[in-house]
């Protein structure tokens, strides 16, 4: 067989995230893996699978559910944790809200997303999980850019921005006191299309909706949200039944579809690598609020 | 298509910022979105002028004061390489955030002021870069645009950083005069310096080989966690995981295990759980081995037929101390973590500290501050298996970690 000494690029950010993974479970003791049924987390998954293969992955799937997911994503996720034979955990944030007495918050682009920070902290309690696995990307977003692949949280779930720990080499510290716990981001230096791309290369199927589909939205503010009953519709807001896809995967409320004939993973490759506009500008509602939304969430626990 | 890290040093004013922001535009890597918030932003902030640095400045105390505090990482390709760019802060108070940057970077771009030419802050980054054994040094002669383009002017700049680096262990410089903010040499040459024949940044950025960096010949494989799946099937499976540090590994390739120093042969090297035949620096793999001998998390295997790593309990070390909070002192206790072992160790000695600015070695040190850098002794309470850092970056490297409030304290290379 011949040499091939050069790694090509995937296989090179394959490499470092199976590393990032075996860190986990090499340092700590009950480590989760924070699973939305999103393309992230679901790459996540295969990527732990061919770490530990011909291992079952030694974390436990934990699903926040803000009860406003879209059910293919629900359909999914049950039916990934029977396949591969895992532990899941799911916690839903209406639970939290009654336990709580949490304000919902009202009006419009009202969303859940933020409560789920209550719930996580509490599911994390609860199992005294030390480690959570998130699917978060720097080129997401710019407070995430300056996060840590190991991300401290302090006993209160908190990241603060201006202590984080050198991160030097590979060497990794996951060394903390009880009650405290790590973040940890093995694609951190993915970038949405090297998702995809990965996806394609190791073909991992996806729930449908992220293929082209007709679907009836809610065209509000030139954004597409999935009718249903969760968002309350205004008088500006108009019905209408297009073909979309979705480009993320999250609560319903914030998570906008693209108009798109992309059916097969192909042709989502293709569409990704010609467009101008980044993921989370497309998509997703949560982060337009103010300059520093995501920087303000994440310092409070946010995933 | 490979892969390139590089970091990008200069000072607050230098714009370091700007350079990025201008690679990113010129190879077409800012979406319509992220261009939006930037000419908003700016507005809101400036005269009006689009500010391209604004990209890279992610938290909000860094947008309100202007500069650059943490490391922030940058994604973007071209048809000829991917990129991440790592820009990491300049001013001497974030030296310790500049060496976390350079510690996984092949590459490093040095910005240098036209008008101001070599000065301490060059000093500094280029000290860092070579004491991190960077490869490959561009150092970017800035605003030339301020100096009408001066031929003369940057040859002296040239010549002078010329004299600097002798001094410091560079292995590949380049020197490019630019305008980050016009974009003159950085994707495109300058209309401006025809008398510059040479590459501009990003050519040079993609045309810099660096497999020819790593270590392809001595074997190093740190265990970091041993697979047992426990099951029917695999009733007898024990796969050694782990992520090859330097070198190649061969199907019954002869190993030695350290600090144990046991030897064994492989059996099998599996990637992703599919058997390969050889597996190299950088691939995450799974090892079995053809005897069963007791090898745990932390433990370093090593192809036997290639140069062996040092074993000792003694580390003379150079060090970049990081806490604000304490001083590292003779005497001073921490958590060693080199590879995937950890281990305690004491400092034996300070025998020197450099002064980052000027060279100058200092003797006769109390303590480390914040940021300096120092030449130290340990004693580690088990033995290590090392390689000297600018021979092997991979095994040479090691972390100190505070015993009681857990964070990352110290950067060490082993001499």
Redesign the interface.
Known sequence: MTSKIELDYLDQLEAEAIYIMREVAGQFERPALLFSGGKDSITLVRLAQKAFAPAKIPFTLVHVDTGHNFEEAIKYRDQLVEKIGAKLVVRYVEDTIKAKGLQEPTGKNASRNWLQTFTLLDTIEEFEFDACIGGARRDEEKARAKERIFSFRDEFGQWDPKRQRPELWNLFNGRIHKGENVRVFPISNWTELDVWSYIRRENIALPSIYFAHDRECILRDGRLLNNTPVIQPDANDQIVTRRVRFRTVGDMTCTAAVESDAATLDEVVAEITISRISERGETRIDDQQTEAAMEDRKKGGYF | ???LRFITAGSVDDGKSTLIGRLLFDTKNI????ME?IEK?SKSRNDGEIDLALL??????E?EQGIT???????FQTPKR?F?SIDAPGHIQYT??M??GA??ADLAIILVDARQGVAEQTRRHSLIASMLGIPHVVVAVNKMDLVDYSEDRFLEIAQSYQELAKKLQIKDLTIVPVSALNGDNVAEASPNMTWYTGETMLSVLEKVNV?SDQN?TDGRFSV??V?????D??HD?RGY???IQSGTFRKGDRITVYPSELTSSIEKI?L??KEV??A?A???V?VLLSSDIDIS?GDLIVTSDNAQPILSQDLETLICW?DDRKELKVGSKF?L????SRTRCSVRSIEYRVDINTYEKIEEVEGLKLNDVARVVLRTASPIAYDPYLKN??NG???L?DETS???VG?CMVE
């Not at chain 2, 890279?56 to 105390?61: E, K, W």
């Open positions: 298509m490979d892969l979406l319509a979105d992220q918030a932003a890279t400045d992610g938290l909000r105390s947008r505090i943490d490391v922030a990482y940058k994604y991917k991440i310790r955030n060496v976390t510690s996984n497999l392809l970091q966690y697979v047992r799946p426990q099951t099937e695999y499976y995981a782990g992520r599996e992703g759980g035949e050889e190299f950088s691939q995450s799974t998390r990081m958590n973590q080199h590879g995937t970056r991979a490297a090691a972390i970690i857990n964070v990352t950067a």
